[in-house]
Protein backbone atom coordinates (compact mmCIF):
# COMPACT_ATOMS: atom_id res chain seq x y z
CA UNK A 1 0.00 0.00 0.00
CA UNK A 2 2.69 2.57 0.74
CA UNK A 3 4.64 1.94 -2.51
CA UNK A 4 1.44 2.08 -4.45
CA UNK A 5 0.82 5.44 -2.48
CA UNK A 6 4.48 6.79 -3.78
CA UNK A 7 4.01 6.19 -6.92
CA UNK A 8 0.31 8.08 -7.41
CA UNK A 9 2.35 10.55 -5.57
CA UNK A 10 5.13 11.05 -7.99
CA UNK A 11 2.95 10.67 -10.82
CA UNK A 12 0.65 13.46 -9.40
CA UNK A 13 3.67 15.48 -9.18
CA UNK A 14 4.90 15.02 -12.73
CA UNK A 15 0.87 15.91 -14.27
CA UNK A 16 1.03 19.46 -11.79
CA UNK A 17 4.45 20.23 -13.29
CA UNK A 18 2.99 19.55 -16.37
CA UNK A 19 0.34 22.05 -16.38
CA UNK A 20 1.87 24.77 -14.84
CA UNK A 21 4.61 24.99 -17.51
CA UNK A 22 2.26 23.78 -20.02
CA UNK A 23 4.48 23.01 -23.46
CA UNK A 24 8.05 23.37 -21.71
CA UNK A 25 6.92 20.06 -19.79
CA UNK A 26 7.92 16.41 -21.52
CA UNK A 27 7.13 13.01 -19.96
CA UNK A 28 7.88 10.08 -21.47
CA UNK A 29 9.47 6.36 -21.49
CA UNK A 30 13.24 5.04 -21.14
CA UNK A 31 15.10 2.07 -21.81
CA UNK A 32 18.79 1.44 -21.11
CA UNK A 33 21.45 -0.97 -20.94
CA UNK A 34 23.88 -0.75 -17.32
CA UNK A 35 27.39 -1.61 -18.72
CA UNK A 36 30.08 -2.15 -16.75
CA UNK A 37 32.91 -0.57 -18.31
CA UNK A 38 33.31 1.91 -21.02
CA UNK A 39 30.74 1.22 -24.14
CA UNK A 40 31.41 0.77 -27.61
CA UNK A 41 28.99 0.44 -30.48
CA UNK A 42 28.84 -3.77 -30.16
CA UNK A 43 28.39 -4.13 -26.36
CA UNK A 44 25.77 -1.24 -26.29
CA UNK A 45 24.35 -3.85 -29.01
CA UNK A 46 24.95 -6.89 -27.75
CA UNK A 47 23.04 -5.66 -24.65
CA UNK A 48 19.97 -4.81 -26.40
CA UNK A 49 19.97 -7.88 -28.02
CA UNK A 50 20.39 -10.02 -24.95
CA UNK A 51 18.23 -8.11 -22.63
CA UNK A 52 19.47 -9.12 -19.66
CA UNK A 53 20.99 -6.01 -18.25
CA UNK A 54 18.09 -3.33 -19.32
CA UNK A 55 16.47 -1.36 -16.70
CA UNK A 56 12.63 0.70 -18.19
CA UNK A 57 10.76 3.63 -16.59
CA UNK A 58 9.79 7.04 -17.07
CA UNK A 59 10.96 10.36 -17.06
CA UNK A 60 9.64 13.67 -16.90
CA UNK A 61 11.70 17.60 -17.34
CA UNK A 62 10.64 20.59 -17.47
CA UNK A 63 12.62 23.53 -19.34
CA UNK A 64 12.91 26.55 -18.69
CA UNK A 65 14.82 28.39 -21.68
CA UNK A 66 18.46 26.22 -22.10
CA UNK A 67 17.78 24.52 -18.37
CA UNK A 68 15.80 21.49 -17.38
CA UNK A 69 14.84 19.70 -14.49
CA UNK A 70 13.60 16.51 -13.50
CA UNK A 71 13.31 12.95 -12.60
CA UNK A 72 13.99 9.10 -13.99
CA UNK A 73 12.30 6.71 -12.59
CA UNK A 74 13.71 3.05 -13.20
CA UNK A 75 12.52 -0.39 -12.00
CA UNK A 76 13.08 -4.35 -12.57
CA UNK A 77 11.04 -7.42 -11.48
CA UNK A 78 13.02 -10.38 -10.83
CA UNK A 79 12.18 -13.65 -9.75
CA UNK A 80 13.82 -16.90 -8.11
CA UNK A 81 13.09 -19.85 -6.94
CA UNK A 82 11.96 -20.05 -3.22
CA UNK A 83 13.72 -22.38 -0.64
CA UNK A 84 10.28 -22.07 1.21
CA UNK A 85 8.04 -25.03 -0.21
CA UNK A 86 5.07 -22.12 0.74
CA UNK A 87 6.00 -19.99 -2.32
CA UNK A 88 6.89 -20.87 -5.47
CA UNK A 89 9.42 -18.13 -6.41
CA UNK A 90 10.94 -15.12 -4.41
CA UNK A 91 10.28 -11.64 -6.20
CA UNK A 92 12.54 -8.86 -5.96
CA UNK A 93 12.40 -5.01 -7.00
CA UNK A 94 15.60 -3.28 -8.23
CA UNK A 95 15.16 0.60 -8.36
CA UNK A 96 17.17 3.50 -9.92
CA UNK A 97 15.87 6.64 -9.91
CA UNK A 98 17.69 10.15 -10.16
CA UNK A 99 17.01 13.96 -9.78
CA UNK A 100 18.33 15.50 -12.86
CA UNK A 101 19.87 19.18 -14.22
CA UNK A 102 19.76 19.33 -17.91
CA UNK A 103 21.48 22.01 -19.86
CA UNK A 104 20.47 22.48 -23.81
CA UNK A 105 22.10 24.28 -26.29
CA UNK A 106 19.17 25.37 -28.49
CA UNK A 107 16.00 26.16 -27.39
CA UNK A 108 14.20 26.01 -31.18
CA UNK A 109 16.51 23.86 -33.30
CA UNK A 110 14.76 20.56 -33.98
CA UNK A 111 18.03 18.71 -33.27
CA UNK A 112 18.46 18.79 -29.02
CA UNK A 113 22.05 18.44 -27.70
CA UNK A 114 22.56 18.60 -24.16
CA UNK A 115 24.20 18.13 -21.20
CA UNK A 116 23.36 16.35 -17.85
CA UNK A 117 24.33 15.72 -14.18
CA UNK A 118 22.10 13.99 -11.69
CA UNK A 119 21.62 12.67 -8.02
CA UNK A 120 20.31 9.09 -7.07
CA UNK A 121 19.79 6.51 -5.03
CA UNK A 122 19.21 2.91 -6.32
CA UNK A 123 18.56 -0.57 -4.49
CA UNK A 124 17.10 -4.27 -4.10
CA UNK A 125 13.90 -4.91 -2.18
CA UNK A 126 12.12 -7.97 -1.28
CA UNK A 127 9.05 -8.10 -1.97
CA UNK A 128 7.69 -11.51 -1.54
CA UNK A 129 4.45 -12.38 0.28
CA UNK A 130 6.08 -13.54 3.51
CA UNK A 131 3.52 -12.20 5.92
CA UNK A 132 0.50 -14.25 3.52
CA UNK A 133 2.00 -17.41 4.30
CA UNK A 134 3.31 -16.12 7.96
CA UNK A 135 7.09 -16.59 6.75
CA UNK A 136 9.76 -14.66 8.58
CA UNK A 137 10.23 -11.12 6.27
CA UNK A 138 13.49 -10.45 5.04
CA UNK A 139 15.27 -7.26 5.68
CA UNK A 140 14.23 -4.14 3.72
CA UNK A 141 15.98 -2.80 1.64
CA UNK A 142 18.21 -5.22 1.04
CA UNK A 143 20.77 -3.51 -1.01
CA UNK A 144 21.03 1.19 -1.06
CA UNK A 145 22.90 2.92 -3.04
CA UNK A 146 23.39 6.73 -3.59
CA UNK A 147 25.38 7.61 -6.56
CA UNK A 148 25.99 10.81 -8.50
CA UNK A 149 26.17 10.76 -12.72
CA UNK A 150 27.13 12.95 -15.52
CA UNK A 151 26.27 12.74 -19.31
CA UNK A 152 24.85 13.87 -22.44
CA UNK A 153 22.87 12.97 -25.66
CA UNK A 154 21.02 14.17 -28.65
CA UNK A 155 17.50 14.41 -29.36
CA UNK A 156 15.38 14.90 -32.05
CA UNK A 157 12.01 17.54 -31.51
CA UNK A 158 9.40 16.23 -33.77
CA UNK A 159 5.80 18.07 -33.74
CA UNK A 160 5.50 17.48 -30.08
CA UNK A 161 7.39 14.61 -29.91
CA UNK A 162 10.55 14.05 -28.13
CA UNK A 163 12.68 11.06 -29.16
CA UNK A 164 16.63 10.72 -28.11
CA UNK A 165 19.69 8.72 -26.89
CA UNK A 166 21.96 9.38 -23.92
CA UNK A 167 25.16 7.85 -22.35
CA UNK A 168 25.77 8.45 -18.53
CA UNK A 169 28.75 7.31 -16.63
CA UNK A 170 28.10 6.81 -13.00
CA UNK A 171 30.84 8.96 -11.09
CA UNK A 172 30.30 7.64 -7.68
CA UNK A 173 28.26 4.63 -5.88
CA UNK A 174 28.03 4.59 -2.23
CA UNK A 175 26.13 3.73 0.63
CA UNK A 176 24.18 6.21 2.42
CA UNK A 177 25.77 7.82 5.58
CA UNK A 178 25.59 6.36 8.81
CA UNK A 179 24.42 3.71 7.38
CA UNK A 180 25.39 -0.71 6.94
CA UNK A 181 23.52 -1.35 3.80
CA UNK A 182 25.31 -3.62 1.72
CA UNK A 183 25.93 -1.20 -1.52
CA UNK A 184 23.29 -1.85 -4.67
CA UNK A 185 25.93 -2.73 -7.63
CA UNK A 186 25.02 -0.39 -10.01
CA UNK A 187 27.21 -0.50 -12.99
CA UNK A 188 29.43 2.33 -14.50
CA UNK A 189 27.54 3.58 -17.41
CA UNK A 190 24.19 3.48 -18.63
CA UNK A 191 23.15 3.93 -22.43
CA UNK A 192 19.64 5.22 -22.40
CA UNK A 193 17.12 5.68 -25.49
CA UNK A 194 13.80 7.60 -24.73
CA UNK A 195 10.67 9.21 -26.44
CA UNK A 196 8.03 11.14 -24.61
CA UNK A 197 5.35 13.75 -25.26
CA UNK A 198 5.76 17.45 -24.76
CA UNK A 199 2.47 18.45 -23.00
Aim: charged content about 20%; cysteine-free.
Amino acid sequence: MKTKTILIGLLLAAVVAGAAFGENFRLGVSVGAELLHRPTFESIRQEFDEGANLLSGLYWEVLLDHVGFGMTYLVDFQSQESPYPQLDYLWFADWVGSFDLRYHFFEDFFLDPFLEAGLGSAGRVDISSYREHELPAAESPLELSIFGQVGGGLALRLSGLHVGARLLWRVFNEIPPATQFDPYPLKGFRFDLFGGFSL
